[in-house]
């Protein structure tokens, strides 16, 4: 079964500071996505960052960043200079299946950034 | 902006009476998802369509049904609402269910009483 881990159910951090969220997945393919998305108390789901398998760089979108190393089937997010309104939940997440891909998520991370 | 767009935002309903959601979208995206998302829960995919196929999640209750009349619009049909059925109901839109990611809507809240 391919699935998605998040271990830290909830974490915070200092304004301006920066936290690493944890992921890890299992997968039988060689080439895929991984997506962190982030979803604000009461509000929309929104991608905030992605990678392809099979790039070696890691992806950068502005303050976030992932490390993504293939071989231990992990996908963490850093987020740099941490602002309040970073805090929502953070749900790492991957297209799982056969001839039908779906959007598998971990169970989440509920980030808050404290002032 | 083309988006996905979800109506109503907050919906309740009576124990038992059916009720329709309704999504929208403007991407022309080949692929609609609904989940199921209750509180402090990751989201559970209910079922999707790729164009007109629909792929139904095996533990999907019955209760649960969708149409999709054309590429813009999809529903979920929730033909008996039970209080566990009480959720944010999410729709999806991707273009190929895998590179892109996904876009999401604002989402309906269920109340059920």
């Known amino acids: 079964a391919q699935t998605v881990t998040q271990s830290q159910p909830e974490m915070s951090v200092q304004e301006a500071e920066t936290v690493t969220l944890s992921c890890t997945y299992d997968t039988s393919e060689n080439n895929y996505y991984l997506f962190w998305y982030k979803q604000p108390p009461s509000r929309q789901m929104i991608l905030v960052i992605r990678q392809e398998a099979y790039k070696q760089q890691n992806a950068t979108e502005n303050r976030f960043s992932v490390n993504f190393q293939k071989a231990a089937k992990s996908f963490s997010l850093k987020i740099s200079d941490s602002q309040l309104g970073d805090t929502a939940m953070y749900f790492c997440a991957y297209p799982a299946g056969g001839s039908n891909y779906k959007l598998t998520f971990g169970k989440g991370t509920l980030l808050t950034v404290n002032p | 902006d083309a988006m996905v767009i979800q109506n109503p935002r907050y919906q309740v309903t009576q124990f038992g009476k059916p009720v329709t959601l309704s999504c929208s979208q403007t991407l022309n995206h080949n692929v609609m998802y609904w989940y199921q998302q209750k509180s402090s829960q990751a989201p559970k995919l209910l079922f999707h369509?790729?164009?007109?196929?629909?792929?139904n999640e095996a533990d999907t209750p019955d209760n649960f049904q969708s149409r999709r009349p054309n590429t813009s619009f999809c529903f979920l049909d929730i033909r008996s609402p039970g209080l566990g059925d009480a959720a944010m109901y999410l729709c999806?839109?991707?273009?190929?269910?895998?590179?892109?990611?996904?876009?999401f809507g604002s989402g309906t809240r269920l109340t059920v009483v």
């Open positions: 369509y790729y164009d007109k196929d629909f792929n």
């Open positions: 999806a839109t991707s273009r190929d269910g895998r590179g892109e990611g996904y876009t």
